[in-house]
Protein backbone atom coordinates (compact mmCIF):
# COMPACT_ATOMS: atom_id res chain seq x y z
CA UNK A 1 0.00 0.00 0.00
CA UNK A 2 1.30 3.45 -0.67
CA UNK A 3 2.28 5.96 1.69
CA UNK A 4 1.64 9.16 0.46
CA UNK A 5 3.65 12.20 1.96
CA UNK A 6 2.97 15.12 3.19
CA UNK A 7 4.07 18.41 1.81
CA UNK A 8 5.55 21.11 3.74
CA UNK A 9 5.04 24.12 2.70
CA UNK A 10 8.29 26.37 2.90
CA UNK A 11 8.62 29.22 4.82
CA UNK A 12 8.60 32.99 3.08
CA UNK A 13 11.59 34.85 3.48
CA UNK A 14 12.43 38.64 3.07
CA UNK A 15 16.10 39.64 2.49
CA UNK A 16 17.72 42.70 1.95
CA UNK A 17 17.18 43.03 -1.83
CA UNK A 18 12.87 42.28 -0.79
CA UNK A 19 12.98 45.21 1.19
CA UNK A 20 14.98 47.55 -1.38
CA UNK A 21 12.50 46.39 -3.99
CA UNK A 22 9.83 47.70 -1.85
CA UNK A 23 11.57 51.41 -1.56
CA UNK A 24 11.57 51.61 -5.09
CA UNK A 25 8.02 50.82 -5.55
CA UNK A 26 7.70 53.65 -2.92
CA UNK A 27 9.89 56.07 -5.50
CA UNK A 28 8.19 55.33 -8.46
CA UNK A 29 4.91 55.05 -7.26
CA UNK A 30 4.91 58.40 -5.18
CA UNK A 31 6.82 60.38 -7.84
CA UNK A 32 4.38 58.95 -10.53
CA UNK A 33 1.79 60.03 -9.05
CA UNK A 34 3.22 63.26 -7.80
CA UNK A 35 4.45 64.75 -11.58
CA UNK A 36 1.76 62.79 -13.23
CA UNK A 37 4.78 61.04 -15.55
CA UNK A 38 6.32 57.83 -15.62
CA UNK A 39 9.32 57.12 -12.95
CA UNK A 40 11.53 53.79 -13.85
CA UNK A 41 13.76 51.79 -12.06
CA UNK A 42 16.78 49.67 -13.24
CA UNK A 43 16.19 45.88 -13.09
CA UNK A 44 19.61 45.56 -11.71
CA UNK A 45 20.86 46.54 -8.24
CA UNK A 46 24.30 47.48 -7.38
CA UNK A 47 26.21 46.06 -3.81
CA UNK A 48 28.15 49.17 -2.63
CA UNK A 49 30.68 49.38 0.26
CA UNK A 50 29.59 52.52 1.69
CA UNK A 51 26.35 55.57 1.17
CA UNK A 52 27.40 58.82 0.08
CA UNK A 53 25.29 61.81 -0.55
CA UNK A 54 26.80 63.14 -4.50
CA UNK A 55 26.27 66.29 -6.95
CA UNK A 56 24.23 67.44 -7.46
CA UNK A 57 21.26 67.77 -4.80
CA UNK A 58 21.52 64.89 -2.10
CA UNK A 59 18.15 64.03 0.54
CA UNK A 60 18.82 61.17 2.92
CA UNK A 61 16.87 60.33 5.73
CA UNK A 62 17.39 57.80 8.71
CA UNK A 63 15.10 55.23 10.24
CA UNK A 64 15.03 52.67 13.05
CA UNK A 65 12.77 50.24 14.81
CA UNK A 66 12.69 46.55 14.30
CA UNK A 67 15.53 47.43 12.19
CA UNK A 68 17.80 50.39 11.17
CA UNK A 69 18.60 51.96 8.03
CA UNK A 70 19.53 55.00 5.68
CA UNK A 71 17.76 55.85 2.56
CA UNK A 72 20.03 58.67 0.33
CA UNK A 73 18.63 59.67 -3.50
CA UNK A 74 21.19 61.95 -5.40
CA UNK A 75 19.82 63.58 -7.69
CA UNK A 76 21.20 65.08 -11.12
CA UNK A 77 20.63 68.91 -11.23
CA UNK A 78 18.58 68.37 -14.39
CA UNK A 79 16.30 65.60 -12.41
CA UNK A 80 15.54 67.53 -10.10
CA UNK A 81 14.12 70.96 -11.83
CA UNK A 82 12.25 68.01 -13.59
CA UNK A 83 10.70 66.25 -10.80
CA UNK A 84 9.94 70.17 -8.96
CA UNK A 85 8.41 71.76 -12.45
CA UNK A 86 5.93 68.36 -12.95
CA UNK A 87 5.06 68.33 -9.50
CA UNK A 88 4.28 71.99 -9.34
CA UNK A 89 2.41 72.18 -12.90
CA UNK A 90 0.45 68.55 -11.96
CA UNK A 91 -0.67 70.82 -8.40
CA UNK A 92 -1.95 73.53 -10.67
CA UNK A 93 0.95 75.80 -10.71
CA UNK A 94 1.93 78.65 -13.18
CA UNK A 95 4.51 77.50 -15.19
CA UNK A 96 6.25 80.57 -15.27
CA UNK A 97 6.27 80.83 -11.42
CA UNK A 98 8.70 78.15 -11.15
CA UNK A 99 12.31 77.57 -10.54
CA UNK A 100 14.44 77.00 -12.94
CA UNK A 101 17.75 76.26 -11.25
CA UNK A 102 18.18 73.16 -8.99
CA UNK A 103 19.47 75.50 -5.89
CA UNK A 104 16.83 77.19 -5.56
CA UNK A 105 15.22 76.68 -1.76
CA UNK A 106 11.83 75.99 -3.27
CA UNK A 107 13.24 73.06 -5.49
CA UNK A 108 14.95 72.01 -2.25
CA UNK A 109 11.52 72.40 -0.30
CA UNK A 110 9.63 70.54 -3.12
CA UNK A 111 12.26 67.43 -3.06
CA UNK A 112 12.34 67.39 0.42
CA UNK A 113 8.54 67.08 0.78
CA UNK A 114 8.82 64.47 -1.74
CA UNK A 115 11.45 62.35 0.07
CA UNK A 116 8.96 62.43 2.72
CA UNK A 117 6.30 61.23 1.35
CA UNK A 118 8.64 58.30 -0.15
CA UNK A 119 10.06 56.95 2.83
CA UNK A 120 6.43 57.60 4.77
CA UNK A 121 4.78 55.20 1.72
CA UNK A 122 7.75 52.61 2.48
CA UNK A 123 7.38 52.18 6.09
CA UNK A 124 3.51 51.95 5.70
CA UNK A 125 4.66 49.09 3.25
CA UNK A 126 6.93 47.65 5.67
CA UNK A 127 4.65 47.90 8.57
CA UNK A 128 1.43 45.89 7.14
CA UNK A 129 3.89 43.33 4.45
CA UNK A 130 6.32 42.53 7.80
CA UNK A 131 3.68 43.14 10.43
CA UNK A 132 6.99 45.25 12.24
CA UNK A 133 7.54 48.79 12.29
CA UNK A 134 9.99 51.57 11.95
CA UNK A 135 9.79 55.09 12.55
CA UNK A 136 11.77 58.24 10.16
CA UNK A 137 13.17 61.43 10.65
CA UNK A 138 12.57 64.61 8.42
CA UNK A 139 14.50 64.20 5.55
CA UNK A 140 17.67 66.50 5.10
CA UNK A 141 18.44 68.29 1.53
CA UNK A 142 21.69 69.59 0.45
CA UNK A 143 22.93 70.88 -2.61
CA UNK A 144 26.83 69.52 -3.58
CA UNK A 145 29.68 70.83 -5.43
CA UNK A 146 30.15 68.50 -8.08
CA UNK A 147 33.96 67.84 -6.78
CA UNK A 148 32.29 66.59 -3.44
CA UNK A 149 30.57 63.47 -2.13
CA UNK A 150 29.78 63.16 1.65
CA UNK A 151 29.50 60.16 3.65
CA UNK A 152 26.55 59.73 6.27
CA UNK A 153 27.63 57.61 9.34
CA UNK A 154 25.10 55.46 10.62
CA UNK A 155 26.48 53.69 13.45
CA UNK A 156 25.24 49.78 12.09
CA UNK A 157 26.91 46.94 12.51
CA UNK A 158 27.07 44.63 9.32
CA UNK A 159 25.51 47.31 7.39
CA UNK A 160 24.80 45.79 3.77
CA UNK A 161 24.40 48.66 0.85
CA UNK A 162 22.67 48.95 -2.42
CA UNK A 163 22.58 51.89 -5.11
CA UNK A 164 19.59 51.40 -7.85
CA UNK A 165 19.42 53.90 -11.02
CA UNK A 166 16.24 55.74 -11.63
CA UNK A 167 15.38 57.29 -14.85
CA UNK A 168 12.49 60.17 -15.51
CA UNK A 169 10.12 60.78 -18.10
CA UNK A 170 12.35 62.91 -20.02
CA UNK A 171 15.33 59.99 -19.19
CA UNK A 172 17.35 62.12 -16.68
CA UNK A 173 18.90 59.52 -14.20
CA UNK A 174 18.90 59.77 -10.55
CA UNK A 175 20.40 56.83 -7.97
CA UNK A 176 18.54 55.47 -4.75
CA UNK A 177 21.05 53.94 -2.15
CA UNK A 178 19.99 52.30 0.86
CA UNK A 179 22.21 50.90 3.63
CA UNK A 180 20.82 49.05 6.38
CA UNK A 181 21.28 46.19 9.24
CA UNK A 182 21.48 42.97 7.77
CA UNK A 183 18.57 40.99 8.49
CA UNK A 184 15.84 38.47 7.29
CA UNK A 185 12.05 38.08 7.67
CA UNK A 186 11.06 34.88 8.17
CA UNK A 187 6.82 34.37 8.07
CA UNK A 188 6.02 32.09 11.18
CA UNK A 189 2.12 31.34 9.51
CA UNK A 190 -0.10 33.04 6.68
CA UNK A 191 -1.36 36.43 7.43
CA UNK A 192 -3.29 39.02 5.57
CA UNK A 193 -1.89 41.74 4.23
CA UNK A 194 -3.65 44.95 4.67
CA UNK A 195 -4.64 46.92 1.24
CA UNK A 196 -2.03 49.15 0.01
CA UNK A 197 -2.23 53.09 0.41
CA UNK A 198 -2.63 54.48 -2.96
CA UNK A 199 0.21 57.25 -3.73
CA UNK A 200 -2.63 59.19 -5.16
CA UNK A 201 -4.47 59.54 -1.44
CA UNK A 202 -1.05 60.85 -0.19
CA UNK A 203 -0.49 63.47 -3.01
CA UNK A 204 -3.93 64.84 -2.73
CA UNK A 205 -3.57 65.31 1.11
CA UNK A 206 -0.50 67.17 0.18
CA UNK A 207 -2.18 69.23 -2.19
CA UNK A 208 -4.85 70.00 -0.15
CA UNK A 209 -2.41 70.89 2.78
CA UNK A 210 -1.53 73.56 0.53
CA UNK A 211 -4.33 74.81 -0.83
CA UNK A 212 -5.21 75.43 3.14
CA UNK A 213 -2.03 77.13 3.62
CA UNK A 214 -2.22 79.10 0.58
CA UNK A 215 -5.90 80.22 1.42
CA UNK A 216 -4.58 80.95 4.98
CA UNK A 217 -2.11 83.44 4.00
CA UNK A 218 -4.00 85.42 1.31
CA UNK A 219 -6.88 85.99 4.42
CA UNK A 220 -3.99 87.04 6.33
CA UNK A 221 -2.96 89.01 3.92
CA UNK A 222 -6.29 90.51 3.22
CA UNK A 223 -7.42 90.77 6.87
CA UNK A 224 -3.78 93.39 6.98
CA UNK A 225 -4.50 95.69 4.24
CA UNK A 226 -8.06 95.92 6.12
CA UNK A 227 -6.49 96.81 8.93
CA UNK A 228 -4.25 99.55 7.20
CA UNK A 229 -7.10 100.76 5.27
CA UNK A 230 -9.21 101.93 8.42
CA UNK A 231 -5.75 103.11 10.42
CA UNK A 232 -4.95 105.61 7.19
CA UNK A 233 -8.70 106.84 7.52
CA UNK A 234 -8.69 107.42 10.94
CA UNK A 235 -11.26 104.18 11.56
Known sequence: MAVSKSKKTKNKRVSTEDILLKLCHSVTGVLGAATGKPVKHSAMVQKIQKTSLRPDLGCFVLFDGSFSGLVIINFSSQAAVELYRDYMIHMGMPEDELANQHTADEVGDVMGELMNQIVGNFTNQIGKELQTVINQNQPKMMAINKSLSMSIDTNMDLAQSRRVAFS????????????????????????????????????????????????????????????????????
Open 168 to 235: TNQNNVFFLELAMDKTEFIELQEFEVEADTCPDDIISQEANKRALAKQAAAHALSSQENDDLMDSLGI
